[in-house]
């Protein structure tokens, strides 16, 4: 089998595999944090506290779709809105206990599902697994550099 036909294959299975491994974990988050809830909790466990505007330019939604989002995040207790102490016209999200406990649940049953999805692989295909995704991030990161 040449090159080109064992790459298109590869192609054709990495996304068949993403799109389906993408649906297991929304389908884990759709049930705790509907529509972009879920992107939102993601980023201020990801990177931190955020403004709302940096929340809406990284998910590229409006600043009106993060203040519904985000008000009912508030209003059941994983995120809390915190003033910026040096200017207390900035309001910040960040992550409270509640939001953080819950993730971690969730994150949880997330890898139980992939240990159920990749259980056939031996420590060597692990091992060749996190070898390949490491060099493509590398190559990803490389390319948005130039």
């Known amino acids: 089998m040449g090159r080109q036909k064992l790459f ?4 054709r299975l ?3 595999l993403s799109i389906k491994m993408e649906h297991q974990w929304r389908d884990i988050y759709r049930q705790t944090f509907p529509g972009s809830q ?5 980023l201020l466990e990801q990177r931190g506290p955020k403004k709302m505007s940096e929340l ?3 998910l ?3 600043a009106g779709a993060i203040t519904t989002a985000s008000d009912q995040l508030i209003k059941q207790g994983y995120i809390a ?3 910026d102490e040096k200017d207390r016209r900035i309001v910040y999200l960040k992550l409270t206990e509640k939001g953080r406990e819950t993730l971690s649940k969730l994150q949880n049953e997330g890898r139980k599902m992939m240990k159920l999805v990749f259980r056939d692989l031996s420590d060597s295909d692990l091992k060749m697994m996190n070898t390949i995704y490491k060099q493509a991030t590398i190559n990803i990161d490389s390319m948005q550099k130039e």
Not at 8 to 11: A, H, M, R, S, V
């Open 38 to 42: 879920s992107h939102i909790m993601y």
């Open 81 to 83: 809105r915190t003033r």
């Open 56 to 58: 809406a330019d990284s």
């Open 14 to 16: 990495f996304w068949q």
């Open 60 to 62: 590229h939604v409006t």
């Open 8 to 11: 298109l294959d590869f192609e």
